[in-house]
């Protein structure tokens, strides 16, 4: 007798800075959201699709949990928190190399409360001693019943596949809920977007960073090139200068790597032309926030 087809939507939920992202993009097998090394890198929820002959798992990555200190934090946390609700099933990721903070004691409490089942991913284990990881599983399953205690390395992709197919067994049998080959469904303008923000959590100073926001202003596709015009838009005029750099080389670096980026995610040769605005204190405007394409 043939198994019936399983699918259903699972939660990537944990404090910023897991690998949540990088978890997302092994899933996908490319890259839909971004990658640093500063907390709160991820703003809005971002789908990837893995699907088989068996099942159809749609995640969503939450911004990571913090406390907030703007507008921007709180949409960003509320994001996160809601998730939980709406999921089949919920997956914790924590840090294998940092030590359980009173915050994952709290998310663990708020997991108990949806009464979706929760798998517990222990990230980031090629960076540790395999000794450590015990006493990791035994204080984090004194916090809540987990379905089960996955130890993956999400950079290596090492027990992803182990993770997929627990999340597959907790689902409930449903429809294919997008095509076989789609990975996200992102708009890929937001998906370039995003590539842009990346490059500039990657080479600015620490505050820059999180005060700016991206808009693609116009994505124009000819035969041989897609034409892309964006702009950043930062909080203060002393931050335009740092954006756009000496001679405008940082500006430069920003778009170049982005352009490699993007180029790769659609196939074909990018014109990709940046500009920089100041719009002050953004991040505690609700309007703007709205603009920008982050959840309420």
Same mark, same amino acid.
């Given at each position: 007798?043939?198994?019936?087809?399983?699918?259903?939507?699972?939660?990537?939920?944990?404090?910023?800075?897991?690998?949540?992202?990088?978890?997302?993009?092994?899933?996908?097998?490319?890259?839909?959201?971004?990658?640093?090394?500063?907390?709160?890198?991820?703003?809005?929820?971002?789908?990837?699709?893995?699907?088989?002959?068996?099942?159809?798992?749609?995640?969503?990555?939450?911004?990571?949990?913090?406390?907030?200190?703007?507008?921007?934090?709180?949409?960003?946390?509320?994001?996160?928190?809601?998730?939980?609700?709406?999921?089949?099933?919920?997956?914790?990721?924590?840090?294998?190399?940092?030590?359980?903070?009173?915050?994952?004691?709290?998310?663990?409490?708020?997991?108990?409360?949806?009464?979706?089942?929760?798998?517990?991913?222990?990230?980031?284990?090629?960076?540790?001693?395999?000794?450590?990881?015990?006493?990791?599983?035994?204080?984090?399953?004194?916090?809540?019943?987990?379905?089960?205690?996955?130890?993956?390395?999400?950079?290596?992709?090492?027990?992803?596949?182990?993770?997929?197919? !627990?999340?597959?067994?907790?689902?409930?049998?449903?429809?294919?809920?997008?095509?076989? !080959?789609?990975?996200?469904?992102?708009? &890929?303008?937001?998906?370039?977007?995003?590539?842009?923000?990346?490059?500039?959590?990657?080479?600015?100073?620490?505050?820059?960073?999180?005060?700016?926001?991206? &808009?693609? &202003?116009?994505?124009?596709?000819?035969?041989?090139?897609?034409?892309?015009?964006?702009?950043?838009?930062?909080?203060?005029?002393?931050?335009?200068?740092?954006?756009?750099?000496?001679?405008?080389?940082?500006?430069?670096?920003?778009?170049?790597?982005?352009?490699?980026?993007?180029?790769?995610?659609?196939?074909?040769?990018?014109?990709?032309?940046?500009?920089?605005?100041?719009?002050?204190?953004?991040?505690?405007?609700?309007?703007?926030?709205?603009?920008?394409?982050?959840?309420?």
């Amino acid at each position: 007798m043939q198994n019936k087809f399983k699918s259903g939507f699972a939660a990537i939920i944990g404090m910023p800075n897991v690998g949540k992202s990088t978890l997302l993009n092994t899933v996908a097998g490319q890259k839909i959201a971004i990658i640093s090394d500063k907390p709160q890198t991820t703003r809005n929820k971002i789908l990837a699709i893995h699907t088989t002959d068996e099942h159809q798992i749609v995640f969503t990555d939450t911004p990571g949990i913090h406390k907030p200190h703007n507008k921007l934090g709180e949409v960003m946390v509320k994001t996160a928190n809601e998730s939980m609700n709406e999921m089949d099933v919920v997956v914790f990721v924590v840090d294998a190399s940092r030590r359980m903070s009173d915050t994952e004691r709290e998310i663990a409490k708020n997991i108990g409360k949806t009464g979706a089942p929760c798998i517990l991913v222990i990230n980031k284990v090629d960076s540790v001693k395999k000794d450590t990881l015990l006493p990791i599983i035994a204080d984090y399953s004194n916090l809540h019943e987990f379905e089960s205690i996955v130890p993956i390395s999400a950079k290596t992709g090492d027990g992803v596949d182990i993770l997929l197919g !627990d999340i597959a067994d907790l689902l409930p049998e449903g429809p294919k809920f997008y095509y076989d !080959d789609m990975v996200t469904d992102q708009p &890929e303008k937001q998906v370039a977007a995003e590539m842009i923000r990346e490059k500039m959590l990657w080479l600015l100073e620490k505050e820059v960073p999180h005060g700016i926001a991206i &808009e693609i &202003e116009k994505m124009h596709e000819k035969e041989n090139i897609t034409e892309i015009y964006a702009v950043i838009y930062c909080e203060k005029a002393s931050h335009k200068g740092i954006i756009i750099g000496k001679n405008g080389e940082m500006l430069k670096k920003i778009g170049r790597l982005a352009r490699a980026d993007i180029e790769e995610m659609l196939d074909k040769k990018v014109y990709l032309e940046l500009w920089v605005r100041v719009k002050d204190d953004w991040r505690n405007s609700e309007r703007m926030i709205k603009n920008f394409g982050f959840e309420q």
